[in-house]
């Protein structure tokens, strides 16, 4: 149970303590700041607490955004402030200061007096916050829009702050914020119109985001079943189960904005179902066309590679600018130049496939076509977007004079996921090339993947490797604070799954392909795992797990030599048998962590997946 703390003189008629109380809190009653010290230190120090005016005026769902959001530690709208278990000591102290003010004035001498929105008016509430921002304690302030959340002055002040109030449909905004404020075409004119009904069904019903997120995951599961049949009946009901998934997947973010159920486990299982959807969904369109005797496990693996690399470029980059000083560009003004036009905007969102225009695609094809064809326009489509964004990142890149910082660094660092023989050549080289790491990485790279393609399993395959390695290390080695060694992730990702991709199909073995599918699904899992964590400043994947998975080069390298010393079942058994092997481990260490951590609790709110 939440404890709030009402302060000031209470109004007859007003309707705070019943809004608070539907919020889920206990309401006690403060005469002066002295009684509110009191009555907080009262409160168990496990249990969220807010002081309210009790002259607010305001709608509910301004409470609820102020005094209720999971993700925040400290929260204030204009007469309210709240403070998890984690803010308690800074709104300790704040209060404190308060309830020792002498005359006025706080300790020290700064008026102990704070401005509403509506006229001057004199709320203990406003004070603490005012002393709280002072100290630069980090409080939320959430967007309000068009809601109301006042401390009225006069008694005239408060009737037209409830006319105010009675002008703006309360349920109206909160069901309008409960879609994402940036999302596709699709998702925003097929999907949000109605998946937000659907949302606000689901939680009068007492259903949690995570128990949608999971009935989405169920559903998807049960499309790629029905591909797997290879029938034609099983191919329309996958394409109409897959957009069912996609429904659920919106509203279960739509359920947690609207009654604001946000989590740490349901931020982990939202991002990590959408890629284990999909690839799921590839494995099963596989399935059924090998049923109908067409083998299309190379194109299927080909997708998650392109997918996959394609997202790391956006997560690089990101990471690369997320603090950068100096962030502009020629190129990123021209970009917010044309977002400035209505089509375009729509035109740029859909160029780039995100997850609601790739999933439609995949289904109506799934259902019209057949499997090749949908992982052909797949291929097209994603290989368009990728290199769309990726020369639009590399323009922005060259055209800035911005300087990153040694937290972009490290992320770049994290994300390069080099293990144990990267570290240890970085160390026992005598100097570094004198060539940017990301061209020392991408010429490790084309030459591994080249000569798997040309030569097939082999030992030149697996000297090719050996360089890669030893580039890879000489790359990492850097400062990693160029202009472009945000590409230097995805280049390794490239060649680590492309590797596992062509020496499978080289093998040309009944079984393979569907192996290194296997294995790359892990390890990408992984690497979607490792850019969670850090978008949630979590920290990377410990390192221990990093050396025991091998790191992106020790498993390329590995992969090679058992590419060149096994027959082909051999190889196809030892794919399978790394692949089970890596799952396990990156599985259990990341079910334990997201869901015993304590990490933040956040949710996606950027661009379409």
């Not at 706080?106 to 002072?134: E, M, N, Q, Y």
């Not at 795992?529 to 091998?550: E, F, K, Q």
Request: hydrophobic letters at 50%; proline letters at 5%; one cysteine or more.
């Amino acid at each position: 149970m939440s404890t709030a703390i009402l302060t000031g003189q209470p109004v007859p008629g007003s309707s705070i303590e019943g809004d608070l109380r539907s919020l889920g809190f206990d309401v006690r009653v403060a005469s002066d700041a002295a009684d509110t010290e009191t009555l907080l230190a009262q409160v168990p120090a496990d249990q969220r607490v807010a002081v309210v005016d009790a002259r607010f005026v305001g709608h509910p769902h301004a409470l609820r955004l102020g005094l209720t959001d999971p993700r925040f530690e400290l929260a204030a709208i204009p007469g309210a402030v709240t403070a998890q278990p984690a803010g308690r000591q800074a709104l300790t102290r704040a209060m404190a200061r308060e309830s020792s003010a002498v005359g006025g004035t706080t300790g020290g001498g700064a008026p102990a007096r704070a401005k509403s929105s509506v006229g001057d008016v004199d709320s203990l509430a406003d004070r603490i916050v005012t002393a709280l921002d002072t100290e630069q304690a980090g409080v939320h302030h959430p967007e309000l829009g068009s809601l109301v959340a006042v401390v009225p002055a006069d008694p005239q002040a408060r009737n037209e702050a409830r006319q105010a109030v009675a002008d703006v449909d309360d349920e109206a905004v909160r069901l309008k914020s409960a879609v994402k404020s940036r999302d596709g075409f699709f998702t925003t004119h097929f999907i949000s119109p109605y998946s937000r009904y659907i949302a606000r069904w689901c939680a009068r019903r007492g259903l949690t985001p995570n128990q949608v997120t999971t009935a989405s995951l169920l559903t998807a599961l049960i499309a790629a079943g029905s591909a797997a049949t290879g029938t034609r009946a099983g191919f329309i009901a996958a394409g109409v189960l897959l957009i069912a998934s996609f429904v659920l997947d919106c509203v279960d973010g739509q359920i947690a904005r609207y009654s604001l159920q946000y989590s740490t486990l349901g931020a982990w299982l939202d991002a990590t179902f959408d890629r284990a959807k999909e690839y799921a969904y590839y494995a099963g369109l596989a399935l059924g066309a090998a049923r109908g005797g067409d083998d299309v496990w190379a194109l299927a693996l080909g997708a998650m590679v392109l997918q996959t690399c394609r997202h790391v470029v956006d997560f690089s980059f990101n990471e690369a600018n997320h603090d950068a000083t100096a962030n502009t560009s020629p190129t990123a003004a021209l970009s917010d130049k044309l977002d400035s036009v209505g089509w375009t905007v729509w035109v740029r969102r859909m160029i780039v496939l995100p997850i609601g225009e790739r999933w439609a695609m995949i289904a109506i094809l799934t259902a019209a076509t057949t499997p090749r064809i949908t992982f052909y326009a797949l291929l097209i489509g994603c290989a368009f977007a990728a290199t769309y964004t990726t020369a639009g990142r590399v323009l922005r890149s060259l055209t800035r004079k911005a300087q990153r910082t040694d937290r972009a660094a490290q992320a770049l660092a994290d994300l390069t996921d080099s293990g144990a023989l990267a570290q240890v050549f970085a160390r026992v080289l005598p100097g570094r090339l004198p060539a940017p790491a990301p061209l020392l990485a991408a010429i490790g790279a084309v030459c591994l993947v080249l000569a798997a393609w040309l030569d097939g399993p082999g030992w030149s395959v697996v000297v090719c490797a050996a360089v890669y390695v030893l580039l890879s290390a000489d790359a990492v080695s850097h400062p990693l604070k160029g202009a472009l060694d945000w590409l230097i992730p995805p280049i390794f990702r490239a060649a680590e799954y492309g590797t596992v991709l062509i020496l499978a199909a080289e093998s040309d073995v009944n079984g393979a392909l569907p192996a290194a599918f296997g294995l790359v699904a892990a390890v990408a899992y992984h690497h979607y795992d490792t850019v969670y964590r850090i978008r949630g400043n979590a920290g990377a994947s410990p390192a221990w797990l990093v050396r025991a998975i091998g790191g992106h080069e020790g498993r390329t390298l590995l992969v090679t030599v058992l590419a060149a010393a096994l027959t082909a079942s051999q190889f196809t058994v030892a794919l399978t048998a790394l692949a089970v092997a890596v799952a396990l481990v990156v599985l259990v260490e990341s079910i334990r962590f997201w869901v015993s951590s304590g990490a933040p609790a956040v949710h996606d709110e950027g661009e379409p997946a």
